[in-house]
C-alpha cells in the first residue's frame, strides 16, 4: 500500500500510533512515495529492532556491548567525521598512528621509526586481508626477482579458522592448505602445518583466540619449528598471527608468553580493536614488524602532518569515531586498566566453565581457559542417553532472552555439538548466575522429555542438524 492512496495526510501534529503509515506494512522493496515525519520513521525503525536479543545477553558476540559515558559521547560526536579527511581533521590520523604505536609497542615492535607500521582497518577481517595480502605481495616480489614462478601463492592455518580467511583465499586465490584439528590435537600442530609447506607457501596464520574454542595456538613452538624449517629448505617463510581476540588478552594476563613481535618469523599481527580491545564496532588493526615488511605497493605515504605516516586499507572513506573511542580506551585505562578489566572477564569465565564442568550432563572441551570464552559439549556417557542437543538448550535459553550459541565444530569434529560462552567488559558475576540458573533449570525441563527432539533424531541419524542459523563469530557453516 503507498503512502499516495493515504487518507489521513502526516502532519507535525499527527500522533505516532495514530498515522495511516503505522498501519502500513515496512518498505521492503521500493522507496515509498511520499515521506513522513522524523518520529514516526524513528519509531518504525526503531520498534523493529525490540525482538531481538539485548546486546548485554548476546554470549553468542566477541564484540563490545559496553563502554562507558564519555567514550560513548566521543564517539557520538564524531559520527559524523570522515576519517579518510585527514587535512581536514588531521589530529584523528595523529591519534589513530599513536594507536599504532602503541599496539606494536604492547606486541614488543623491534621498530625504532617514530611512526611504526600499521593500518587502522574496519575489523579483524580487512586487518587479516592486509596482512594476508602482504605476505603474498613480499613472496610475490621475491620469486619475480628469482625469476620463478609466481601464480600458485597458497597459505597454512588450522581448520579452526575464522570465515574471513576463507574470504582472503577465495578473493585473492590463494590456495588455503589446512591443517586438521582432532579430539587429541585441540591446536595448531607445528609440525603438520610445516609438512604442508613448500616455496608457494606466503605465510602459516596461527590464531590466537580460536574463535571455536577460545584455545591458542602455539606460537612461540611455530616459531622454533620454523626456524629449523626456513634453514634447512632456504625457504623464508613467515607467521602471521590472526590475534582477534588474544591480541588484547595476552599481553595483559600472560605478559611472558611469546607469541608477537619477540618471535623472529612473526612478521604481522592483526587485532579487533572492537573485540577485547574494547571499543564498539568497527575497528581492527594490523601491525607489522617493520617498514620494511609492509609492501611499498600498499602504502600510500602522507606528509602533511608533520611526519610520515603511511596510509593502508581497503575502505577509502571510513568512520573516525572508533579512533576516538581506542585512543580513549588507552588513556582512560591504561596497562592496569585493561589487565583489570580482561582479569575480571577472565575469572567470570572461569567461574562460568567451573560450574558448568559440575553439571553431570556436561563436559568442558578443554581444562584451560586462555580466553574468556570457552566451549562445551554434552558428556560422552550422558550423550549416549540423551533426548536432546545442545541446539534444544540453545532455543531454550533463547526463550529467556539469553543468546548462548550451540554449533558443530569443524571438519574432522562436526560430530560434536558445542555449546559457547564469550565474557566480556559488562559480563558480571551476577549476569552468568543468572544465565547459569536459567540454564540449570532449561536443563531440568529437558530431562523430562520422553521422546527425541527433532535435533536429537537427525543427530542420531548423522544428518546436518535442521537449524536457525545466525553469526557465532564467524565460525564457518557446514559446506552444502
Ligand atoms: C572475530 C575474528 C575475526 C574477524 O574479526 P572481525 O573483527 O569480526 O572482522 C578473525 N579472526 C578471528 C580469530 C576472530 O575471532
Redesign the pocket.
Known sequence: METKDQKRPETAETPIYGSDKMLTPAPEQYLPQMPTTGEIAYRMVKDETYAQTQPMLNFAT??TTYMDDYATNLMNEAININYIDETEYPRIAKMSGRCINILANLWHTPEKNQWKTGALA?????A?MLGGVAAWLRWRDKRKAAGKPYDKPNFVISTGF?V?WEKFAQLWQIEMRTVPLTREKTTLDPEAALKMCDENTICIVP?L???WTGLNDDVEALDKALEAYNKKTGYDVPIHV?A??GGFIAPFLQPDLKWDFRLKWVLSIST?G??FGLVYP?L?WVIWKDRQYLPSTMSFSVNYLGAEIAQVGLNFSRPAAQVLGQYYQFIRLGFKGYKDIQYNSMEVTRYAHSEIGKMKQFKNYSPDVVNPLFIWSLDDDYNKKAKWTLFDLQDKLQRSGWMVPAYTLPDNLTDIVVMRIVCRQGTSRDTIDMLLADIRSCVEELEKLEYPTETRISYEKGEKIKHRIFNH??CRKEKK
Open positions: 566477541f564484540v574496519g575489523g579483524s577481517s580487512e587479516c575464522q574471513v590464531i583466540g580460536v574463535t590472526d582477534a581476540s579487533s572492537h573485540k568497527g581492527g563469530g564467524g
